[in-house]
């Protein structure tokens, strides 16, 4: 075939290929229909919320990560950034603090972990897997420091409202985890911040040659990160009416699999927020259904990994085409 012909064969053939939603889409519709073969209570509306509740943390860690994955990066710290941001705002309010202010400072929190994070990628040029695994274990460090270990109990009764309250009949936590992804969706599809993130992640150099600035966006994305988990803390913290050193450990990983999952590319520059909606849905359905089959822990890890493997071995071939 001519070289002219070629091109604009493999171009042809990238339009008619499915779009990345729809491979998680179909993936999530056989997990149901595999859940609702196995048990019957799958439908039940009682499960239905319980898997929407377990679902909306992990689903809102998930939307930073998205951004970090799609501009080229990896954030392992978000877990962790998750239990300081929670624990400080339990400990702060139970300390006397206004509950408004010990709020926003648990959040600013999760915030300057990003932005740290993003500071060492972005301008000190580190590896992000290095940056990220460092301040991991600084903010899990710190949330123990803080807590000296223990959980912080004795928060007021209205708190609860952010991880057990309802808003038009859903509960709070979903409509946190639906605001969070309405937001993502419009700066990723509707800005031209979201170009330039999808651009960094498809070609870095290239972007940085038609004069962005790349290290602006890259700080970016963290800081998104870091204040995404900071959300999901202050949500688990509110669940559990307690802060917790503790919690959100392997967090990263969950969120990581349901970016995957969602059809995003672990190289970056290609995925959908949507996406990653379906696959936190997806990881969530297959969590509650093995649960419900009583299928080992144990071995729910291996049915969890060979998914994630299969996901991206079908990101990979679907770039290769395309």
Known sequence: MPKGQGSQFRTALARCLPGPVLFPLIGLVVVCLAMVVASDAFLSVDNLVNIGRQVSINAIIAVGMTCVILSGGIDLSVGSVMALSGTLTAGLMVAGLPA??????????????GIANGFFVAYSKMPPIIVTLATMGIARGLALIYTGGYPIDGLPDWF?????????????PIVVMLLVFAMAYVLLDRTAIGRYIYA???NEQATRLSGIRVSRYKLLVYAISG????????????????????????????????VVMGGTSIAGGRGSIIGTLIGALMLGVLNNGLNMMGVSPYLQNVVKGAIILLAIYISRERNRIA
């Open 227 to 258: 204040f995404t988990a900071s959300i999901a803390g202050l949500v688990l913290t509110s669940r559990l009416m307690s802060g917790q050193p503790n919690a959100g450990i392997s967090f990263e990983l969950d969120a990581i699999a349901a």
């Open 100 to 113: 408004p202010l010990a709020i926003l400072l648990g959040l600013a929190a999760g915030l300057a972990c």
């Open 200 to 202: 960094i992640g498809g």
């Open 160 to 172: 609860e409202i952010f991880g057990r309250g309802h808003v038009l009949g859903l509960q709070m």
